[in-house]
């Protein structure tokens, strides 16, 4: 499938519209707030959740979906003693993300180290938190965590100055050195009304997020420090060798703001 975009666009520059100067500068803040706060892994699943495209462009590397689905029984038991003790062994139910069972820190490690399943986002950090993806445009009772406003505060402080009308979530995602982010899409674009709204923002320029073209096999790597672009075109990130990370604020965008975008 071809790129969807937005309003005719691949995806849009949001530089003119922010602080870039500021943006950069809180490169120090998040490397020593991500040092002090825990931290989960994400992806890991997109091909078991379906949401790879039908050309597999990415290695296929063991996806935990499959992988605890052919897990034997001892196996199993093992992956519920590294739970948080409210779930024995159980089969037919989704673990981890979407799922019915979210998954420990250990038993992603478990995962990652006995059974080499990928987790492409190994560091990922929510300042305002979301019970699960399709949550992430939901603004209703959200608020920064305390860990958020401690660690994170200019980071916080410079959320809070963009043209959104509310947030629904905000997210720091890192990728260690030499890892790549797997193609995938967030949605099918043919469920959309419009693109959901949301800043990516990147202190610094090393991480390279692309849109796949399914039809021409064509990276679209976007290079800017503030962008948007309909996540629910296919998207990954490149490999490059040391750790890169990009915040994204999740919310409902000014409607001022969206007319200068010229945006639908």
């Not at 739970?83 to 062994?89: E, K, L, N, T, Y």
């Not at 995938?184 to 320029?205: E, I, K, N, Y």
């Not at 390279?208 to 039809?215: A, S």
Request: net charge negative; charged share 25%.
């Amino acid at each position: 499938m071809a790129l969807v975009g937005i309003g005719g666009r691949p995806w849009i520059d949001l530089a003119p519209f922010v602080d870039v100067g500021a943006i950069a500068s809180l490169h120090d803040e998040i490397c020593l707030g991500l040092v002090r706060v825990p931290h989960r892994y994400t992806g890991g699943s997109h091909r078991s959740l379906q949401i790879v495209p039908a050309s597999e462009p990415d290695p296929p590397l063991p996806d935990y979906g499959e992988v605890i689905a052919g897990l034997s029984d001892p196996q199993l038991a093992i992956l519920a003693s590294l739970g948080d003790g409210r779930h024995g062994p159980e089969r037919g139910v989704r673990y981890g993300e979407e799922g019915d069972i979210p998954l420990t820190m250990e038993q992603m490690r478990w995962l990652q180290y006995r059974h080499q399943v990928y987790f492409p986002w190994k560091v990922y950090v929510e300042l305002v938190p979301s019970t699960d993806w399709a949550d992430k445009a939901n603004t209703h009772n959200k608020r920064f965590t305390r860990e958020a406003q401690l660690y994170f505060p200019r980071t916080v402080q410079l959320v809070r100055t963009l043209p959104l009308c509310a947030v629904g979530s905000v997210k720091i995602l890192g990728l260690h050195g030499g890892d790549h982010g797997t193609i995938h899409r967030d949605g099918d674009p043919r469920d959309q009304d419009a693109p959901d709204t949301f800043f990516t923002l990147c202190p610094t320029p090393d991480k390279r997020l692309f849109l796949w073209d399914e039809d021409t096999g064509e990276r679209t790597v976007i290079t800017s420090p503030a962008y948007w672009f309909n996540d629910h075109d296919w998207h990954g990130v490149l490999a490059d060798p040391g750790f890169r990370y990009s915040i994204r604020i999740d919310g409902a965008f000014e409607p001022s703001f969206l007319e200068k975008l010229g945006a639908p």
